[in-house]
């Protein structure tokens, strides 16, 4: 009976976590959404003045509105760096997809031995600071950069590839991949390989045994790896922020502006509120995926 | 899903007409010529010569590591052979790729594709060969009715018992209708009991078919109950190939005989042989050993002589004096219920397994260990080995 109570602790530990660093925050940039912009030290109202009691704490309530969610849907800038950020976060995930796959298979077909070697090259950049590699970039993608270097070698001519849409998604690609190989490389490394020989046995060439069953079997890991790098880049701001140009337009800048930029917190946090709200749907998907690969693979 | 239904035939009786392999005017469906097989410094198949023929159940039987497997694989098209041909109804495989042979396999695994449903598994074959849609459904039907999955096309591999997924795996094998199935260890994942009835039921499917069935085990009674002919094989070779009878009854080496059933081996040296008789002389029988074999061997050469236990007579007062008779006492026994193994200690120390059925319920006087007894075999009962 002793040990019981303890146990109940643990069991708390992750609410715990999550409630202070996840839901309290979140409850407060709700908060700040429903707020108008002021004048004043920090740059909204109302706040509850706790001098007047009860009262206060109703007045404070009464005097949140979702004016701010109103003025999103008014400006067309919003509604285009949503539209953009979807873009940009589907077409990187297709572009990540299609070279995210024949490298996880690749992978998978090696020995074993060979494989923690090529799984430890994926994992190795994670050991650089993310901001480090992103300027990295900058450094081969600049007019007289590496990349324009190396093609003037050549008498080729110059690429203005910095400050632009195509710098985003490179960096896109390049930062999200690990989080695409891994996923489709667990689905695949996993894969029964005599499920190819019965495949062949009942007359499929190689080719067709991939789209018959390699495929259809990876479908798992498609979906994981798709929405792993898909949710997280949607509300990117490093990458556009320092590869893309003044015209990149996507929410995470956005709201880097309102906040900084514009003094406008409730603004902010009503972009913010409103991107989780496009992204529980894909969240939702993730997990159901999640929690069926667990189950398929008990 | 009746466990009940066997065969109504005598499979010794109906089968022993089928000898094709007697009739040397007839070609085989497959013929394996010298084949060899090295894996590194490993030879996997030494040198193997066989003969398959048309509507024939053969068992390749071998412990594990003998190449029985590789043999199959070799057929299948999952390994190339190093050395020989193999040939399918006259044409040479060389070169040909799996999914162009004309022979489906049922893997030990099953390797159900785990995303189809059972009736999408039977028919990836079928798909695969381009059979019109209709055609399709009506043999997936057809054959969901021969291995009784009527009511579970609908379902996933792994909604399925072992038992389920075993004929699953066997449908799929069967519907693109191969010249030839390979079986590798079918049944080896299954419980005993289940075991035997699928022996028999792979039986009645096989004469229901007359498709040609090479069947791949470790397991002897498998090879017995199931097929028209075996090959026992030995790190590589083939040691012998014949009816389960003639390996049974007729081994050809000491190897056979123990891999196939339990057996006595005596060791002794010739003593006379006159074409008909051989006689033995050893330390395990004073009165020396008498068999009945034809070849004259040479007298003072060494010899083994075979005895299963169930051909050896065990006895509480002492038999009539003759050849094949040896004293000893009760070290061991093991009540398996339908038989009795008696392990009786020699005067010589060696011990010797004798087998009793248990004929009746109750008996007057049970043996016991250390009782004193004598084991006799007649002398058309023993096998003369040489090697």
Redesign the interface.
């Known amino acids: 009976m002793k040990g019981r109570p303890r146990t109940g602790l643990a069991a708390l530990a992750p609410f715990l976590w999550l409630g202070v660093f996840f839901l309290f925050p979140f409850l407060l940039v709700a908060k700040l959404s429903l707020s108008d912009t002021a004048l004043a030290m920090p740059p909204y109202a109302p706040r509850v003045d706790w001098s007047a009691g009860w009262a206060g704490v109703r007045a404070f309530f009464a005097a949140l509105d979702f004016e701010t969610y109103a003025r999103l849907t008014r400006d067309s800038l919003y509604i285009a760096s949503y539209l953009s950020s979807l873009m940009f976060a589907a077409v990187a995930t297709g572009i990540l997809l299609v070279i995210g796959y024949p490298i996880a298979y690749g992978m998978s077909r090696f020995a074993a031995s060979t494989r923690q070697a090529l799984l430890m090259a994926v994992i190795l950049p994670f050991w650089t600071s993310f901001l480090i590699r992103v300027y990295a970039w900058i450094a081969v993608l600049k007019p007289e950069g590496l990349l324009n270097t190396f093609l003037s070698q050549f008498g080729l001519p110059e690429l203005n590839l910095l400050n632009t849409d195509t710098a985003v998604y490179i960096g896109l690609v390049y930062a999200y991949l690990p989080f695409m190989v891994l996923p489709l490389y667990a689905v695949l490394e996993k894969q ?1 390989q ?2 190819l ?9 190689r080719t ?1 045994a991939f789209w ?2 390699t495929f ?2 990876s479908l798992p890991g498609v979906g994981a790896g798709a929405l792993l790098c898909f949710i997280p880049m949607v509300g990117e701001f490093v990458i556009p922020d320092l590869l893309g140009g003044s015209g990149t337009l996507m929410l995470g800048k956005t709201i880097w502006t309102e906040f900084f930029a514009n003094r406008d917190w409730p603004a902010a946090s009503a972009v913010a509120i409103a991107m989780l709200a496009t992204l529980v749907i894909p969240i939702v998907l993730y997990q159901r995926q999640q929690t069926k690969m667990i189950e398929a693979g008990r | 899903m009746s466990t009940s239904r066997r065969p109504r035939l005598n499979i010794g009786a109906v089968r022993s007409s089928f000898a094709p392999w007697a009739d040397p005017s007839l070609e085989p469906l497959v013929r394996f010529e010298g084949v060899t097989k090295r894996f590194g410094n490993e030879t996997a198949v030494n040198d193997v010569s066989l003969s398959i023929y048309e509507s024939e159940f053969f068992a390749l039987l071998g412990p594990s590591g003998c190449g029985k497997t590789t043999l199959m694989r070799l057929l299948a098209g999952f390994e190339t052979p190093d050395a020989g041909r193999i040939t399918l109804a006259g044409e040479d495989l060389a070169g040909r790729s799996p999914h162009q042979r004309p022979v489906n396999m049922m893997f030990q695994s099953y390797a159900l594709f785990p995303h189809l449903s059972v009736e999408q598994n039977i028919a990836f074959g079928l798909k695969q060969q381009g059979t019109p849609k209709g055609q399709i459904a009506d043999r997936v039907t057809e054959m969901l009715a021969l291995v009784r999955l009527e009511g579970l096309a609908r379902r996933k591999p792994h909604q399925l018992s072992g038992g389920q997924r075993q004929r699953v795996a066997l449908a799929r094998a069967i519907a693109p209708n191969p010249k030839m199935l390979l079986l590798d260890e079918p049944l080896a994942a299954l419980d005993k009991k289940l075991r035997e009835e699928t022996q028999f039921e792979l039986i009645a499917l096989q004469q229901r078919l007359g498709m040609t069935f090479l069947i791949v085990t470790h397991d002897q009674e498998e090879a017995m109950v199931t097929a028209d002919r075996i090959a026992v094989m030995r790190e590589g070779h083939i040691v012998q190939i014949g009816r389960p009878a003639e390996v049974y009854e007729t081994p050809n080496s000491r190897y056979v005989a123990d891999f196939i059933g339990d057996v006595n081996l005596f060791e002794g040296a010739v003593t006379a042989a006159d074409g008909k008789r051989v006689t033995l002389a050893t330390p395990d029988c004073p009165v020396g050993f008498e068999a009945l074999e034809d070849d004259r061997l040479a007298v003072g050469s060494t010899a083994w002589l075979g005895v299963r236990p169930e051909k050896i007579q065990l006895h509480l007062d002492p038999p009539k004096e003759g050849p094949n008779r040896m004293a000893g006492k009760v070290a061991d026994y093991g009540y398996l219920g339908d038989w009795t193994t008696y392990v009786v200690e020699l005067e010589s120390g060696r011990t010797v397994r004798a087998a009793r059925a248990n004929a009746s319920r109750l008996v007057a006087r049970p043996i016991a260990c250390d009782d004193l007894c004598w084991l006799t075999f007649a002398p058309d009962a023993a096998v003369v080995l040489t090697r």
Request: proline share 6%; charged share 25%.
């Open positions: 029964d005599s499920l020989e019965a495949a062949a046995d009942l007359g499929c060439t067709q018959r069953v259809p079997l």
